[in-house]
Each structure stands twice: as structure tokens, then as C-alpha cells.
């Protein structure tokens, strides 16, 4: 059964960089799946934001492509995110997914991590 | 994009009664189309993907239906653990979710 678990700062500076980890067990970073970040800020819904093959190809919401990056790691079998420039807008839980074998669908997540912006 | 409207955005029911969910999207999204549940404190569960088909281990009290830009999420009988926050999400255009459907006693 796949596990995933986040990671990273939970408090974050405004115009800092939020970073987070997102480490996967259970299942290869390199099958076929893509993995995806999704956030929701505190009482509020979900919101995807991007989204990363175990080939390094990415896909990102367009409000945030200026300053999101997703990065894989193959060797640690984990995947990450990194969002500069925050803002207390920024500030949500993150949930690193699994998107489903039957498409992007959301099938495993982490359990969440809170990143609050603020200074 | 693609905006996913959820309606009620509350629905008060009892233990045993029937509940009906209703996920608009503002342009077609085909079947593409998926319900998760999410409960405070715990990540979202997908129940349903592609509008009718239940997600490994989910309970066929749980059904789905709809194509183009209505569907519909139908739990047969509430079990008390039911009782949770409910959002739809499109993968026609990119992906998105609809505002949830809280579910309440």
C-alpha cells in the first residue's frame, strides 16, 4: 500500500521560499504515475497546483508557474516543491498525491503539513 | 477553467436517510469526473473516478452518475461515518475542484 509523507517549514517568511518534501513508500517515484501537490487553505477548499512524471516533466497551474517549481528525486524515491515569493495567501495545508492509474485523479495522499505565511 | 459548482453547500440528513449531491461544471468535462470525501483533520478519499465507478474498497452505498456538465453523488443509506465534507473534481481541463458539499447531522 503506498504511503506518502510530507515534510518542511511549518512557518515561512512573506516573500520567502516555501519548501516542502514529499517522501513515497510503497510504490516506485518512477512508475508511470504522475504525483501532484494540492492545497487548501484553512477552511476552505482544494485547490491543485501542479504536478511532476517520475521523468521530470511537469504541469502547473497557471496562477503560480511563475513561482513554483517541482523537483524529483529518483535515489530517495520523493518529490518536492518549492514556492517563492509567498504571501499570506500561500498560507494552507500542502498534500503531496498520487495521481490514479485511470487518470488524474487523486487515488494516495499524504496526511497534510500546515504552512503558515507569516513574519 | 473549468468551474465545478456544488450544490447544497450544506445538507442536514439522519443515519439511514438518502443523500443526493449535485457537482455542475461550467462547460462539458465528458465522464471525466471524480467525488473525494474528506473529513476534518484527514486528507481527501476518492470515492468515485470517471462519474460512476467506486475507487478500490469504497462501499457500494456510494454511487455516481452524470456526464457532460451534471452529475450527482448518491449515498443510499447514511452510515454515521458519512458524515463528512464532499467535493467533486474535473480532469477534462486541467484539474480542478468544486467548493464541497459539507454533510452534516
Known amino acids: 500500500q503506498v504511503q506518502l509523507q510530507e515534510s518542511g517549514p511549518g512557518l515561512v517568511k512573506p516573500s520567502g521560499t516555501l519548501s516542502l518534501t514529499c517522501a513515497v513508500s510503497g510504490d516506485s517515484i518512477s512508475s508511470n504515475n504522475w504525483w501532484s501537490w494540492v492545497r487548501q487553505p484553512p477552511g476552505k477548499g482544494l485547490e491543485w497546483i501542479g504536478k511532476i512524471s517520475h521523468s521530470g516533466s511537469t504541469n502547473y497551474i497557471p496562477s503560480l508557474r511563475s513561482r513554483l517549481t517541482i523537483s524529483v528525486d529518483k535515489s530517495k524515491n520523493q518529490f518536492s516543491l518549492k514556492l517563492s515569493s509567498v504571501t499570506a495567501a500561500d498560507t494552507a495545508v500542502y498534500y503531496c498525491?498520487?495521481?490514479?492509474?485511470?487518470?488524474?485523479?487523486?487515488?494516495?495522499w499524504g496526511q497534510g503539513t500546515l504552512v503558515t505565511v507569516s513574519s | 477553467d473549468i468551474v465545478l459548482t456544488q450544490s447544497p453547500a450544506t445538507l442536514s440528513l439522519s443515519p439511514g436517510e438518502r443523500a443526493t449531491l449535485s457537482c455542475r461544471a461550467s462547460?462539458?468535462?465528458?465522464?471525466?469526473l471524480a467525488w473525494y470525501q474528506q473529513k476534518p483533520g484527514q486528507a481527501p478519499r476518492l470515492l468515485i473516478y470517471?462519474?460512476?465507478n467506486r475507487a478500490t474498497g469504497i462501499p457500494a452505498r456510494f454511487s455516481g452518475s452524470g456526464s457532460g456538465t451534471d452529475f450527482t453523488l448518491t449515498i443510499s443509506s447514511l452510515e454515521p461515518e458519512d458524515f463528512a465534507v464532499y467535493y467533486c473534481q474535473q480532469r477534462s481541463n486541467w484539474q480542478t475542484f468544486g467548493q464541497g458539499t459539507k454533510l452534516e447531522i
Open positions: 498525491a498520487r495521481d490514479s492509474d485511470y487518470g488524474d485523479y487523486f487515488d494516495s
Open positions: 462547460q462539458s468535462v465528458s465522464r471525466y
Open positions: 470517471d462519474a460512476s
